[in-house]
């Protein structure tokens, strides 16, 4: 059974510093890995998708990279902002699904 | 081009009581999949519809329930409403010539009373 964890589960940061999100997963056989944003109470924003043939995608300051032989994904925020304060989720694609893990909420500071 | 949409936004409802969420996917789009969200378990996948065929099912009980349009709209009931369905849920839209992910809507907040 496909296993998504990430962590840390809260991060505090001030403004202007480049950031790692980590997501890890047990199963290695998977279709793809979508990153996702949440703002409180909204939906999610599809930040990025890495097909499971793919090693990273880039997309303004975020970059993401898989790997799936070690079972993790990282995603890369250049120069964070505060506008960028929000539950970061990754989710692996399994057969017509997607499996989350539990977020990490950041804070960035003015 | 619309996103996915999601009615209603806001719902409030009495423990035994039954409801009916709608969901709207992007046009072209013909998988319509739906998760629940709560504080404690997360984000957990309830169904996918394709063409109108239920393809996958997450491990809800029977009372969760939804079909799927020849339009590709997608409803999902809940009856006999309990307290801990209280949740946020999501729809979630994939397809097209290719695949360029899921989509989501931004959900229907369900409060049970």
């Known amino acids: 059974k496909q296993e998504v964890t990430q962590i840390p589960a809260a991060l505090s940061v001030p403004e202007g510093e480049n950031l790692v999100l980590n997501c890890s997963f047990t199963d290695s056989a998977i279709y793809n890995l979508q990153w996702f944003r949440q703002d409180p109470g909204k939906g999610l924003t599809s930040l990025l998708l890495i097909q499971s043939s793919q090693r990273e995608q880039t997309s303004g300051r975020l970059n993401a990279s898989l790997d799936k032989s070690s079972g993790r994904s990282t995603l890369y925020i250049a120069a964070s902002q505060p506008g960028d304060s929000a539950t970061y989720l990754c989710a692996v694609g399994d057969t017509g699904k997607l499996i989350f893990g539990q977020g990490t909420t950041l804070q960035v500071k003015p | 081009k619309a996103g996915v949409t999601q009615t209603p936004r806001y719902l409030i409802k009495t423990r035994g009581q039954q409801v009916t969420l709608s969901c709207s996917p992007i046009?072209?789009?013909?998988?319509v999949s739906w998760y629940q969200q709560t504080p404690g378990q997360g984000l957990q996948f309830l169904f996918e519809?394709?063409?109108?065929?239920?393809?996958n099912k997450g491990n809800f009980p029977g009372r969760f329930s939804g079909r799927q349009f020849s339009n590709s709209r997608s409803e999902m009931n809940v009856s006999t409403l309990e307290l801990g369905d209280s949740a946020l849920y999501l729809c979630a839209s994939s397809g097209g010539r290719d695949f360029y992910g899921y989509t989501f809507g931004s959900g229907t907040r369900l409060t049970v009373v």
């Open positions: 046009s072209g789009h013909r998988s």
């Open positions: 519809y394709f063409s109108e065929t239920q393809r």
